[in-house]
């Protein structure tokens, strides 16, 4: 457990205590930091306060950080396939069938303990013992890039991109039915579906904010090969929005038909391409996840 002290200069007078906080600490995320507040782990003058409080000129700031949780996730020497490694970060291309990270029922053969055997101790903890390094994530059935974080000043640069949409991302899909417009735009709130809670779906109520781009790339008799670019990143959007629009994804067996014409394992959905600011660097970066050879099998096939 370590204490930190600080002394409010008269620059930064009125800040609230979180932003403040997050300007001093820039290891440690806003959010985080809200936690500690609440925890009552940040004293002013000897006092808690609130996230609200604003600071004023000799506030004498002390913040107790609690000893990182042991991890009791099992590192498991599982193949990745790396598409770019630096001190910092990692970019891997996620197989079919392979669950991001622990939860009930998915406790080992994840994507976490793959890189807690790959990269040792060199993963961020922003996100948990449970998710440790992961800023973002893809659905278990679903291929492709996916960043990894080293260390924690990556994770908050890169969660700062995420919350403004400003990392790019590309999937591509297959999907149920012709559709007509070679371009197009499903813009619709998502939120948990009203009376099954394990599925999401439009939802114009209680729903947050999702823009799905999408473009034709080749039409089959009964199927249509599309790109779909990510404005928002919200849980299960693209099967949802697809969904929406009597277009559900090929092979999804939440959203999509009962019966699929093809024996395979989920939905037909690849996050192809994944571009950000590298946090370190400071320059744009760009990868690109192959197709998987189930895919390009299905699509030689339509």
């Given at each position: 457990m370590e204490t930190i002290h600080f002394t409010v200069s008269a620059e930064d007078n009125s800040l609230r205590i979180d932003k403040y906080?997050?300007?001093?600490?820039?290891?440690?995320?806003?959010?985080?930091?809200?936690?500690l507040l609440k925890s009552e782990d940040v004293k002013v003058n000897d006092k808690t306060v609130k996230a609200n409080y604003k600071v004023a000129s000799g506030d004498v700031i002390s913040v107790t950080v609690p000893e990182p949780e042991e991890v009791n996730?099992?590192?498991?020497?599982?193949?990745?396939?790396?598409?770019?490694?630096?001190?910092?970060?990692?970019?891997?291309?996620k197989p079919k069938g392979m669950v991001v990270h622990p939860s009930a029922g998915h406790f080992s053969q994840t994507l976490v303990n793959a890189l807690m055997f790959h990269c040792r101790e060199e993963l961020s903890g922003i996100n948990g013992v449970m998710r440790p390094g992961i800023v973002h994530r893809?659905?278990?059935?679903?291929?492709?890039?996916?960043?990894?974080?080293?260390?924690?000043?990556?994770?908050?640069?890169?969660?700062?991109?995420?919350?403004?949409?400003?990392?790019?991302?590309k999937y591509r899909a297959i999907v149920h039915g012709v559709l007509k417009?070679?371009?197009?735009?499903?813009?619709?709130?998502?939120?948990r579906h009203q009376t099954?809670?394990?599925?999401?779906?439009?939802?114009?109520?209680?729903?947050?904010?999702?823009?799905?781009?999408?473009?034709?790339?080749?039409?089959?008799?009964?199927?249509?090969?599309?790109?779909?670019?990510?404005?928002?990143?919200?849980?299960?959007?693209i099967r949802v929005h697809m969904k929406s629009i009597g277009h559900p994804i090929l092979g999804d067996d939440v959203y999509g038909?009962?019966?699929?014409?093809?024996?395979?394992?989920?939905?037909?959905?690849?996050?192809?391409?994944?571009?950000?600011?590298?946090?370190?660097?400071?320059?744009?970066?760009?990868?690109?996840a192959p197709l998987p050879e189930y895919f390009i099998n299905l699509l030689n096939k339509l």
């Open positions: 906080l997050s300007d001093n600490m820039g290891e440690m995320s806003r959010s985080y930091l809200q936690k996730i099992q590192p498991e020497d599982i193949p990745l396939d790396i598409l770019y490694e630096d001190e910092d970060l990692i970019v891997v291309n893809i659905d278990m059935n679903t291929t492709g890039s996916l960043l990894v974080c080293k260390n924690d000043f990556t994770h908050n640069h890169i969660a700062e991109q995420l919350k403004e949409h400003t990392i790019q991302r417009e070679d371009d197009g735009i499903v813009d619709a709130p998502i939120g099954d809670r394990k599925k999401m779906a439009v939802n114009y109520k209680n729903g947050k904010p999702a823009v799905t781009h999408y473009h034709v790339c080749q039409r089959f008799s009964n199927f249509t090969y599309i790109e779909c670019q990510l404005e928002t990143g919200r849980t299960h959007q038909p009962i019966k699929c014409p093809y024996h395979l394992q989920g939905q037909t959905l690849h996050a192809m391409l994944l571009g950000f600011i590298h946090p370190r660097k400071r320059c744009y970066m760009e990868f690109t």
